[in-house]
């Protein structure tokens, strides 16, 4: 493990991390309250695409976790500053309930395609509309590329794969800008006051939460719920600061040993 750093703040993931679906992880509340009263930075890194950060904030709250609005920083918000940066009209395959966090921008004659989540629209019909466009020189923007996450019924193909999809076909490289992406977790800290070596992360997914923190610079806590698998701390190099069974234990594991 890695030595004791000044830790400044914490980025902690969402789905997987500290819920799956409607279940918060048992204990969870609890372990942030107590985050809650040291004097470091909290804040919420989401690759979420199925819903606006409204709904999920709603959903969070229903399950008595102490949030705010603004310490929630997801892929859809990283998705539309560059949109807006590129001025690109995007064809938007999201979820509907994703939706809500685009209004206002302009979709008309779309000349960029955005993936980010979208069971409901990943049909021959949709995939082959941005197919098209892509060969007609629109960028392909994913909103993130995981291969997979966990329901409440199992493990659950992500945006990844039909991604991948559209760039083997098209002979082109996707922009993606939610986690692992170095750049969405520099954007996570802007507001914090923090540099990467003064912040760790908390999450399920070895690759995109802790491989992607670390490779930014931070220090990396697996957690083995959610879309954990068995081995998945040996998938990346270096390997996480640190593997934990739950939030909870994370949470003990910071408080005893960087704060």
């Known amino acids: 493990m890695a030595g004791r750093r000044a830790l400044k703040a914490i980025l902690i993931d969402l789905s997987g991390t500290l819920h799956i679906e409607d279940t ?5 509340q609890e ?3 107590r985050l809650r009263q040291e004097s470091v930075a909290v804040k919420f890194v989401t690759n979420t695409t199925k819903e606006s950060k409204r709904n999920l904030l709603e959903r969070l709250q229903k399950l008595n976790f102490d949030i705010q609005e603004k310490e929630i920083f997801t892929s859809l918000t990283a998705a539309r500053d560059l ?3 590129k001025k690109h009209r995007p064809l938007l395959l999201v ?6 966090d685009f209004t206002g921008m302009d979709t008309t004659e779309p000349n960029a395609v955005v993936i980010g989540l979208a069971p409901d629209h990943f049909n021959y019909r949709t995939l082959n509309k941005a197919f098209k466009m892509i060969l007609d020189g629109a960028p392909l923007i994913a909103i993130h590329k995981a291969r997979y996450y966990k329901r409440k019924d199992g493990l659950a193909l992500g945006p990844g ?7 083997y076909a098209t002979d082109c490289q996707a922009t993606v800008v939610g ?3 170095k750049t969405f977790f520099t954007q996570a800290l802007a507001d914090l006051g923090c540099s990467p070596n003064e912040a760790i992360m908390i999450g399920d997914d070895a690759r995109d939460d802790v491989g992607g923190a670390q490779n930014a610079g931070m220090l990396g806590i ?6 954990y698998r068995e081995g998945d701390e040996d998938k990346i190099n270096p390997p996480p600061h640190v ?3 739950s939030f909870p234990a994370a949470v003990e594991h910071i408080l005893k040993n960087l704060l």
Do not use: H, S
């Not at 918060?24 to 969870?28: E, K, N, R, S, Y």
């Not at 979820?95 to 809500?100: M, V």
């Open 24 to 28: 918060a992880v048992p204990g969870a």
């Open 31 to 33: 372990a942030l309250n």
């Open 83 to 85: 949109i807006e940066q």
């Open 95 to 100: 979820d509907d309930g994703a939706l809500e």
């Open 161 to 167: 794969p039909f991604i991948t999809g559209l760039e």
């Open 179 to 181: 986690k692992p992406e």
């Open 222 to 227: 697996l957690v083995r719920t959610g879309k």
């Open 243 to 245: 593997t934990c069974d």
